[in-house]
Structure formats: structure tokens, C-alpha cells
């Protein structure tokens, strides 16, 4: 639970240092403010972050202990989501490649993320690296993370 509320603190500090390129509710097109409260009549239009990345607008928000970021194209379309997992919603051959792997690490965060056709993937970090996961527990890539600048990065 210690960990949880660590991995909540720690999503609130990013959310807001990107707060200084966030847009306002009038600068985020109507089909896309629609979709978003369809797809999310629970959270609060005055907690969500909105950027704007390329062509797609991004919604940034906490709810129920987990971090979310949604993404939707320019028509409005859900694009991705990625989500925070709480303990217990890690699926266990994620656990198992962690404690199989690196039984002196603790994995960081897991992120479950949902691409626009519905495909499930899983994102896991450990010390340096990130694993990316298949929705059949199959590792598709792992990368090391490059700190520049007080940022992390993945290459």
C-alpha cells in the first residue's frame, strides 16, 4: 500500500510539472470533451490535465488509486489508454518474470495499455529497464532508461 501511495505521489508530481503545457477545457474541440465524459462520466473536468502531443490530445487523471492518460485523435477517437495497476490487478506472469528475473528488484510500475483496436499490452519497470509485455505474457521488448536532464527517457 506504501508502494501504491508512492507510485500515486510520484504520477501527481509528473502530472503537474506537465501542467505548465496544459490546455484549458475551451482549447479541447467538442467531440473529443464528449467522448471523454461518455467514456469517463466519473471523473471531474477540473481534475483532468489535457495536452496536446502531435495530433492526438491527451487526458491525464486519477481515479479510484490508479493514474490514467488517455489518448484521442483530432475526430475524437479513443486512440490509447494507459493505466496504472494496483497489486493485485498485475497479472501473474508479469509477477513471475520479475520474480523469476530479478528476484533482488522490486518492479516499479506496471501499466496496463489499451490501443485503439483493443489490443492489451503491459508495460513493467525494474530498476533501469522497462519490459513490454503481449496480453500472452510474452516480452516484446525491453528497453533501459536514460536519465537527461532530471527526465527519464527510454531508448
Known amino acids: ?9 510520484a504520477a501527481m508530481i509528473i502530472s503537474f510539472s506537465f501542467a505548465q503545457n496544459a490546455l484549458k477545457q475551451s482549447e479541447i474541440p467538442a467531440s473529443i470533451r464528449t467522448e471523454f465524459v461518455k467514456n469517463y462520466p466519473y471523473v471531474e473536468s477540473d481534475e483532468v490535465i489535457w495536452e496536446k502531443e502531435r495530433n492526438n490530445y491527451k487526458a ?12 484521442f485523435n483530432e475526430r475524437g477517437n479513443k486512440h490509447m489508454t494507459r493505466m496504472s495497476l494496483k497489486e493485485h490487478e498485475v497479472p501473474a506472469y508479469v509477477k513471475d518474470y520479475a520474480s523469476k528475473n ?6 516499479k510500475e506496471v501499466e496496463k495499455i489499451t490501443d485503439i483496436n483493443g489490443k492489451v499490452s503491459y508495460k513493467m519497470m525494474i530498476k ?12 516484446v521488448k525491453d528497453t533501459e532508461k536514460v536519465k537527461i536532464k532530471d527526465t527519464e527517457t527510454v531508448r
Open 102 to 107: 530479478h528476484p533482488e528488484e522490486m518492479y
Open 60 to 71: 491525464s487523471f486519477n481515479y479510484s488509486d490508479s493514474y490514467y492518460v488517455v489518448e
Open 1 to 9: 500500500m506504501k508502494k501504491l501511495m508512492l507510485l500515486m505521489i
Open 128 to 139: 533501469d529497464k522497462v519490459y513490454d509485455f503481449d496480453s500472452n505474457g510474452n516480452i
